[in-house]
């Protein structure tokens, strides 16, 4: 059975404490640009060249997860685009 989902915000500081504690190591040279999905439940992770499909592993294993998506090397996983309308 499912367990109650985390809301977002605690979602992302405990998959960043994981990220920072125990993957660095992992995921050094090589890695930089990749993105990693990590269970904030389990700390199981996946590390694919896309966001979709190390999400997509990971829930796979466990169709349960609360994931968090880092990208290996970089302050955040996605940047925002700002759509400028146009006259």
Same mark, same amino acid.
């Given at each position: 059975?499912?367990?109650? @989902?985390?809301? @977002? ?7 960043? *404490?994981?990220?920072? %504690? @125990? ?12 993105? !990693? ?5 389990? $700390?199981?992770?996946? /590390? %694919?060249? $896309?966001?979709? !499909?190390? +999400? $997509?592993?990971?829930?796979? *294993? ?6 968090? !998506? $880092? @990208? ?10 700002? +759509?400028? /309308?146009? +006259?």
């Amino acid at each position: 059975m499912s367990e109650t @989902r985390l809301p @977002r915000q605690e979602i992302g500081e405990r998959g960043s *404490r994981i990220y920072r %504690a @125990r993957l660095p190591e992992l995921l050094q040279a090589g890695a930089r640009g990749l993105f !990693v999905a990590i269970d904030i439940l389990s $700390e199981e992770y996946e /590390v %694919a060249e $896309e966001a979709r !499909v190390a +999400s $997509e592993r990971l829930k796979a *294993r466990n169709p349960d997860a609360q994931i968090l !998506v $880092e @990208r290996i090397g970089y302050p955040a996983a996605f940047t925002a685009l700002s +759509s400028r /309308v146009q +006259s």
